[in-house]
């Protein structure tokens, strides 16, 4: 089972978002901590990026409220996570989801394609009311959908853990 630190940077996002943590599978194990860890920062030229803080530890989640130009809500890779709130994320349920999104990145899983890999992770049912929800003209990019494609990435990345 992967480990992380899970770092919010003030108290208030915290006291916020930590009661919420539960929607996250078991799988993942947190130490909940308020502070900062030592971050980086990605290439400041790149607007996607610039100002973007980015953990160095290893196993570290960093979750932040600044202000920042970069574009990016979140990144994560080789067991690292940061995951950015902004003044317009009122849901906090999401906002979990964006912390689960990219720690399954962090433990190199394929966060961003639920819809390329739709026949892999949806039951029949799921197949149907898929294409119902896309009739409707329905966003697919809603927690319905991204809560059974992380339970199912998490799921696989389980499988491949106990396989080891």
Known sequence: MPHFDLFFKTEDLRRRLEPHLGL??????????TGTPEVRYFDQKDPMWKGFPFPVPEGAVYVFDDDI???ALG???HMRAS???TRADRDDEALVLRI???ILHAIGQPADDMVKRAGEWQS?????VWAAWQSLSRPLDAPFWHR?????LTERAASVAGGR
């Open 24 to 33: 996250i599978p078991p799988f993942f194990q947190f130490t909940v901590r």
């Open 69 to 71: 130009p970069a574009r």
């Open 75 to 77: 990144g994560g890779m």
């Open 83 to 85: 995951v950015r709130v």
């Open 100 to 102: 689960w999104h990219e």
């Open 124 to 128: 029949i049912s799921d197949k149907v």
């Open 148 to 152: 059974k494609f992380y339970a199912w």
